[in-house]
């Protein structure tokens, strides 16, 4: 039991129901109307709004944007209820300089693209509908963020 305290010191249950909830909401969505709830497509349709160059233009961007913003809405709501609900609305703070915020954005964001999606897309949305290309990139994420994990714990020991 020390292993887990150690591990979530906050406790596990959080993490458990929340993950639940992203199941159960994102394989709602599919079972409910056929579609995949990926956020990256997200932000893609929502600049096919204002953006006029060609990519944001595609077909699958600007006939699905309407869905994709209540989509979007209703997980900022869902968070806000969250936060207001369970963390009884307390400011939450960071410790991370907001330039490494605003970088690791763009990388983050950079990558999405660049893999057809992000980290969470492709484990949640991606593994669910049994997409092999999602459960390699999922794979790579995983070994990635491991040596990335072991390599920081060396260098700041």
């Not at 409910?32 to 929502?46: A, D, E, K």
């Not at 997980?75 to 009884?88: C, I, T, Y």
């Amino acid at each position: 039991m020390n292993l887990l305290s150690t591990l979530f010191p906050l406790g596990w249950q959080h993490y458990l129901l929340g993950g639940l909830l992203i199941g159960a909401g994102t394989a709602l969505l599919f079972v409910l109307t056929g579609r995949i709830g990926g956020m990256s497509t997200v932000l893609s349709s929502t600049w096919s709004f204002v953006v006029q160059r060609p990519f944001f233009q595609q077909t699958r961007f600007v006939s699905s944007r309407g869905w994709r913003l209540v989509y979007a809405a209703g997980l900022m709501l869902g968070a806000l209820l969250w936060w207001q609900g369970f963390a009884g609305g307390a400011p939450q703070n960071t410790s991370v300089p907001v330039w490494q915020l605003l970088l690791g954005g763009f990388f983050v964001g950079y990558g999405a693209r660049l893999g057809n999606g992000c980290t969470s897309g492709h484990g949640i949305c991606g593994l669910g509908s049994l997409q092999w290309p999602s459960l390699l990139a999922v794979l790579t994420f995983m070994a990635t963020a491991f040596v990335t994990a072991h390599l920081m714990a060396r260098w700041l020991a």
